[in-house]
């Protein structure tokens, strides 16, 4: 049976690895290591270990071949596949379960593209897909196709500066659906260069592909590089509070270039009209003032964007939070055809 989860955008985890180092300020109050000590309680296999012990479990790795219902998949919700201490060939057969299982969506999220591209961007000629091929032909026999149609590739980014770093990796990479996560979201994101919309009528010039980056060159018209956007902001004891128009602008953003948005939550933090009761009615106080900007953007549109650095934010906790952003629930999918 699948590992159930309260995440708003999958069915299902599986965590053929566990344990990870963190990396950026979006690492700082991980969920996954906070429900680590619960964890260990309940699962023998994690038992005695640090949650920076990064770990293989074979035993695991063949789970999904037994799921027969269709569902979308987390895969490492408890670790980042792509973490340097994880065996190359370890994550080859992690590609190649996936490609046995075309019935489930597996959906991956990494703070490390670099490693990604690394091993799947090889191209037909690399050592990787060959593994995966190899790892394929023992579970089934579907054919490889490359890059894996079932497989939705992600980074997980925090502000401007993880976006510059990552998503210019992720739009290199092979992938079916390359997605974003900005959960926590600590600060404003302008995606708009990733989404790659391209100029002019008819075919045009993709505006990655004149930076240097963009691996498919020329796209028609209303086709994208991200595929999907998640957005949510912090929850946990220690959360930090998300300005309620960082999420707007990337729901806004999204619009503008027809690409699917979910909010996934508020999180410890909301506004007051998207609150429920208010069990702690602890207002934020100067915690935004003059700390964000959007880089791309000159300061008097900045100023024209950002009237009110200073909104009313109340600590209720994730539940009485919600995830209504201006009234709305915003739920959106990729639609894949495959």
């Given at each position: 049976?699948?590992?159930?989860?309260?995440?708003?955008?999958?069915?299902?985890?599986?965590?053929?690895?566990?344990?990870?180092?963190?990396?950026?300020?979006?690492?700082?109050?991980?969920?996954?290591?906070?429900?680590?000590?619960?964890?260990?309680?309940?699962?023998p296999?994690?038992?005695?270990?640090?949650?920076?012990?990064?770990?293989?479990?074979?035993?695991?790795?063949?789970?999904?071949?037994?799921?027969?219902?269709?569902?979308?998949?987390?895969?490492?919700?408890?670790?980042?596949?792509?973490?340097?201490?994880v065996d190359?060939?370890?994550?080859?057969?992690?590609?190649?379960?996936?490609?046995?299982?075309?019935?489930?969506?597996?959906?991956?999220?990494?703070?490390?593209?670099?490693?990604?591209?690394?091993?799947?961007?090889?191209?037909?000629?690399?050592?990787?897909?060959?593994?995966?091929?190899?790892?394929l032909?023992?579970?089934?026999?579907?054919?490889?196709v490359?890059?894996?149609?079932?497989?939705?590739?992600?980074?997980?980014?925090?502000?401007?500066?993880?976006?510059?770093?990552?998503?210019?990796?992720?739009?290199?990479?092979?992938?079916?659906?390359?997605?974003?996560?900005?959960?926590?979201?600590?600060?404003?994101?302008?995606?708009?260069?990733?989404?790659?919309v391209?100029?002019?009528?008819?075919?045009?010039s993709?505006?990655?592909?004149?930076?240097?980056?963009c691996?498919?060159?020329?796209?028609?018209?209303?086709?994208?590089h991200?595929?999907?956007?998640?957005?949510?902001?912090?929850?946990?004891?220690?959360?930090?509070?998300?300005?309620?128009?960082?999420?707007r602008?990337?729901?806004?953003?999204?619009?503008?270039?027809?690409?699917?948005?979910?909010?996934k939550?508020?999180?410890?933090?909301?506004?007051?009209?998207?609150?429920g009761?208010?069990?702690?009615?602890?207002?934020?106080?100067?915690?935004?003032?003059?700390?964000?900007?959007?880089?791309?953007?000159?300061?008097?549109?900045?100023?024209?964007?950002?009237?009110?650095?200073?909104?009313?934010?109340?600590?209720?906790?994730?539940?009485?939070?919600?995830?209504?952003?201006?009234?709305?629930?915003?739920?959106?999918?990729?639609e894949?055809?495959?």
């Amino acid at each position: 049976m699948a590992d159930k989860t309260g995440i708003e955008w999958t069915d299902a985890t599986w965590n053929p690895v566990t344990g990870c180092t963190k990396v950026s300020a979006g690492c700082k109050h991980c969920y996954a290591e906070r429900e680590w000590p619960r964890m260990t309680r309940l699962v023998p296999a994690y038992a005695g270990r640090d949650f920076t012990d990064v770990r293989m479990h074979l035993d695991r790795i063949e789970q999904p071949l037994h799921w027969k219902k269709p569902r979308r998949i987390f895969v490492n919700s408890m670790s980042d596949l792509f973490h340097e201490s994880v065996d190359q060939r370890f994550i080859s057969d992690v590609f190649g379960i996936m490609a046995a299982c075309p019935q489930h969506t597996f959906q991956i999220l990494t703070k490390r593209p670099a490693r990604a591209l690394e091993l799947l961007g090889q191209g037909c000629m690399g050592r990787f897909q060959d593994d995966v091929e190899e790892c394929l032909v023992m579970h089934s026999n579907e054919p490889l196709v490359w890059p894996l149609p079932n497989v939705w590739l992600g980074v997980s980014i925090e502000d401007q500066a993880t976006a510059d770093e990552r998503i210019p990796l992720l739009l290199k990479t092979p992938a079916a659906v390359r997605w974003i996560s900005t959960e926590p979201l600590l600060g404003p994101v302008d995606l708009s260069y990733g989404f790659g919309v391209p100029t002019g009528s008819g075919n045009g010039s993709c505006p990655m592909h004149l930076a240097g980056i963009c691996p498919e060159g020329l796209l028609p018209k209303g086709e994208t590089h991200i595929h999907w956007v998640v957005a949510g902001g912090e929850s946990g004891p220690k959360a930090r509070p998300m300005h309620p128009d960082w999420v707007r602008s990337l729901r806004d953003q999204c619009a503008a270039a027809c690409v699917p948005f979910l909010f996934k939550q508020w999180g410890e933090w909301a506004p007051g009209e998207s609150c429920g009761p208010m069990t702690r009615p602890e207002q934020t106080a100067g915690y935004f003032a003059g700390k964000w900007t959007f880089g791309t953007m000159t300061k008097k549109q900045n100023e024209e964007l950002h009237i009110d650095d200073e909104p009313d934010l109340y600590r209720v906790g994730k539940k009485a939070a919600g995830r209504l952003l201006d009234g709305i629930m915003h739920n959106a999918y990729p639609e894949v055809t495959r």
